[in-house]
């Protein structure tokens, strides 16, 4: 996952390995490599920069103690001293570890319900456009925007509408204190993020609905299936890997959630507390070692879900690159 | 098309179709009320009054552009964070696409070894959570002194913007035929040669459509603008909507807030609007072709 090894995987295509087989195939071949590997370094290159490093300096900061402390003297001094594993001890125990435990909850718990409920909301979705005979314009054009608003924008618009005396409490009657905490607030947060991202899952589930061919339905329909198993037997499984990309990456997007509970609700109310928000504090508290901890554990947390996610349910990401180098080689 | 995918029973088919015309309808409504009734409240909510910031009618009455004079007052300095969202977004967005087209292109079309792995690492970073590259950036600029400059928000910005455009370019750049550049290699142009004059002014539209993606996810970034800059001056739009102050203390100034966030957002929904079917295909194309 690292951006290190593929500026290597890239040179090594380009200078090792090959027998020097001196046909014209291979000398095109060679070339061909060498274009690649230029083509491809601006890009490996600055995500090494901005994903690689950070991703190595980031452990390497939470394996030392950073920031001022006091001496024997009582005098401040900068330091930075290798700690170990100190760094993850402290932030898995004691009032960091519970602060940590319960931002891991909200993080699961948020992953969990949004993305049920926006994959539920968003196959209905799809299926209304694509049965659709007329409106399909103005229903892409609608299902966009929440899209485009920006999620701070959007974080905003939500705390507006569940301010006390905001639309929300208007409509229910009620005098609910949404943005406060507690479970008014987990649930502010589930509505906003679910009203941003579902019809984006609606969209990319629209598109895989389109590629089903008809003549299946037709087939189905002479031996006799109902709506129903028509759903459950062709819609469902042909869709299935369609919605299995989009709710990896929308898992993923969740796992990092921070602006939204950090605009909507705040950043000190432990009901909606994401790992994100905590690294965030601790980073603007100075406490890099701390900081460092917590966005590393995070993510090797996003590592583990994307590759449970892979190896259980065998999302292929990158299947049609495999078809294309069969192709080719063919 | 929908008829086919219910069974036919033996109730008179006009009365049928109109239920399930209806119903189609019906569901549209849902959906457009749906993704519509908060967007409409942000712009109903900016154009009241400020005294009339409580009011539930469905439409301003009256109707009132305080809340937008107040947003663009000097002493907010609303223009220089338009501004400075514009250079932050717009220059992501060009060296993105300068530097992600030619990957891309190599995706696309080249066959290379570790083809695939280079691929998969493209989408893997596009996983990478923001904060844990925050983080160690947050010390690295401070070291060497980067806190409140553009690049401190536009360098780390490409971790998002580079796999989401490589990814849609690579995804759009297949499909074009491969015949065509053949067939300029053919008449003698090199491949770099056949790549700028065959390849790219095909593939303008899709790296238009890109253009406008990454463009819409820099503008909306916020957890690196908001860690990199302290100063003022530097905020961009959306860090800076965030930090609205109202004038009476500790009231949240909601109305101002909608007014601003209105303004950073009507650009993004024209473009929408206009470009929707290019936009909706940008986005499907990596997850579906």
């Known amino acids: ?330 | 098309m929908t008829a086919s995918t219910l069974p036919a029973t033996g109730r008179p088919r006009g009365t049928r179709s109109r239920v399930r015309a209806a119903a189609q309808y019906l569901g549209i409504a849902v959906i457009v009320v749906y993704c519509l009734a908060p967007f409409f409240w942000m712009v109903v909510s900016a154009f009241r009054r400020p005294t009339d910031q409580f009011q539930t009618t469905p439409l301003p009455d009256p109707w009132s552009i305080a809340n937008l004079q107040a947003v663009f007052e000097p002493s907010v300095g609303f223009q220089r964070a338009l501004l400075n969202s514009i250079l932050v977004a717009g220059t992501t967005t060009a060296v993105t696409l300068l530097i992600g087209t030619a990957t891309a292109y190599a995706l696309a079309r080249l066959d290379f070894p570790f083809k695939r792995t280079a691929a998969a690492i493209v989408i893997a970073t596009s996983m990478f959570p923001g904060i844990s590259m925050v983080v160690p950036l947050l010390k690295l600029f401070t070291d060497i002194g980067w806190i409140n400059t553009y690049q401190a928000m536009i360098a780390p910005s490409m971790s998002f913007a580079l796999p989401l455009a490589v990814w849609n370019l690579t995804a759009y750049l297949r499909q074009l035929p491969p015949e065509l550049e053949q067939a300029a290699m053919i008449d003698g142009c090199t491949r770099m040669q056949a790549f700028r004059r065959i390849i790219l002014p095909l593939a303008a539209p899709g790296v238009f459509t890109t253009a406008i993606i990454t463009f819409i996810a820099a503008w909306n970034e916020f957890i690196i603008a908001l860690s990199m800059v302290n100063k003022k001056d530097m905020q961009t739009a959306t860090v800076a909507i965030s930090r609205f102050t109202g004038a009476h203390g500790f009231d949240t100034p909601y109305g101002t807030q909608m007014a601003a966030a209105v303004v950073v957002t009507i650009p993004l929904v024209i473009a929408v609007l206009i470009f929707q079917r290019r936009i909706v295909s940008g986005l499907t194309a990596g997850g579906v072709k």
């Open chain 1, 1 to 330: 996952m690292t951006s290190m090894p593929t500026l290597a995987d890239a040179d090594a295509g380009t200078h090792t390995g090959r027998p020097p087989r001196r046909t014209r195939r291979s000398l095109s071949e060679i070339s061909q490599n060498r274009l690649a590997a230029l083509l491809l370094s601006p890009t490996f290159l600055a995500l090494a920069l901005v994903i690689g490093y950070p991703l190595i300096s980031a452990i390497r900061q939470s394996l030392y103690s950073q920031g001022q402390e006091f001496d024997a003297d009582g005098f401040v001094v900068s330091d930075e001293h290798f700690v170990g594993l100190s760094n993850y001890a402290d932030v898995l125990s004691g009032d960091r570890g519970a602060a940590f435990w319960n931002a891991f909850a909200n993080t699961t718990f948020f992953t969990i319900t949004t993305v049920a409920i926006e994959v539920a909301i968003g196959l209905a979705m799809a299926l209304v456009m694509h049965h659709a005979l007329r409106g399909r314009a103005i229903v892409r054009a609608g299902i966009l925007i929440p899209w485009a608003v920006p999620t701070a924008m959007s974080g905003l618009l939500w705390q507006w509408i569940f301010s006390s005396n905001g639309i929300a409490n208007q409509l229910l009657g009620q005098q609910i204190l949404w943005t406060a905490d507690g479970w008014p607030a987990k649930l502010a947060i589930i509505i906003a993020d679910t009203w941003k991202t579902a019809p984006f899952i609606g969209l990319l589930t629209l598109a895989g609905l389109q590629l089903i061919p008809q003549e299946l339905y037709e087939a189905a329909r002479v031996d006799g299936a109902t709506a129903l198993q028509q759903f459950r037997r062709i819609t469902l499984p042909l869709v299935k890997p369609v919605l299995l990309v989009a709710v990896l990456f929308r898992v993923m997007d969740v796992l990092r959630m921070f602006d939204l509970p950090y605009i909507l609700i705040g950043s000190q109310k432990q009901s909606v507390q994401t790992i994100s928000i905590l690294a965030f504090n601790e980073a603007g508290n100075l406490h890099y070692g701390q900081a460092a901890a917590y966005s590393t554990l995070l993510f090797l947390y996003v590592v583990a879900v994307a590759y449970a996610f892979v190896r259980l349910l065998g999302t292929d990401l990158i299947a049609e690159t495999r078809t294309i180098r069969k192709d080719a080689r063919a």
